[in-house]
């Protein structure tokens, strides 16, 4: 089992729908929790840090489930430039970072 | 503005003959990684520095160095590139200063390297 997996994709959206990625990590000690955006070509930018009591920010909703040791994203109202790989990353303690291999996102006019 | 600057952008190389590549950081963050990605793969750490304290991951080849000079640079050395070492290269900095390994990552651009 991978440390961090995520769904495969790509998803295929139009413009103004709500999709949904998930992430699920191994290690019950991890201790914090991001999503990142990765453009083509380009470097990983930070999107959200994501809290055990779960954060928005603007369109995107972040989750936490300790338990389940899950995450997810959710971004509603899907726009052209949200067209990206969308990376989970877990940091396992000691600096150990892992990052998901990523979910494409694909929004159509 | 502060930021990761990593050069060159891009990087051809012959195989087997060594190479370097810079990162440098105006964030004055204690921590800086290196990331090798592949085509359509996840980055992988490959090691990191707290300050001047290096840890290398298991599973990173003998072939692949750090320095990190000062707390501005870091470099990553390949010894012999292979045809499998052909990756972007990504350059990280978190702040980290309780150490408690929690700080979010800010990437420099990516050094893409060719091996002929």
């Known amino acids: 089992r991978k440390e961090v997996e995520q769904d495969p994709g790509p998803f295929n959206v139009p413009e103004g729908a709500t999709v949904a990625f998930n992430c699920t990590y191994s290690?019950?000690?991890?201790?914090?929790f991001f999503w990142y955006r990765q453009d083509c070509r380009k470097e990983p930018k930070l999107l959200m840090s994501v809290y055990s009591s779960g954060n928005e920010d603007g369109r995107f909703t972040a989750q936490l489930n300790r338990a389940s040791q899950y995450i997810s994203l959710l971004i509603r109202d899907s726009k052209l430039s949200d067209s990206a790989t969308y990376l989970c990353?877990?940091?396992?303690?000691?600096?150990?970072?892992?990052f998901g291999a990523g979910t494409r996102l694909f929004v159509k006019a | 503005d502060a930021m990761v600057i990593q050069n060159p952008r891009y990087q051809v190389t012959q195989f087997g003959k060594p190479v370097t590549l810079s990162c440098s950081q105006t964030l004055n963050h204690n921590v800086m990684y290196w990331y090798q990605q592949k085509s359509s793969q996840a980055p992988k750490l490959l090691f990191h520095y707290y300050d001047k304290d290096f840890n290398n991951e298991a599973d990173t080849p003998d072939n692949f160095q750090s320095r990190r000079p000062n707390t501005s640079f870091c470099f990553l050395d390949i010894r012999s590139p292979g045809l499998g070492d052909a990756a972007m290269y990504l350059c990280?900095?978190?702040?980290?200063?309780?150490?408690?390994?929690?700080?979010?990552?800010?990437f420099g651009p990516g050094t893409r390297l060719t091996v002929t």
């Open positions: 990280a900095t978190s702040r980290d200063e309780g150490g408690l390994a929690g700080d979010e990552q800010y």
């Open positions: 990353v877990v940091n396992g303690g000691g600096f150990k970072t892992i």
């Open positions: 290690n019950s000690a991890s201790q914090s």
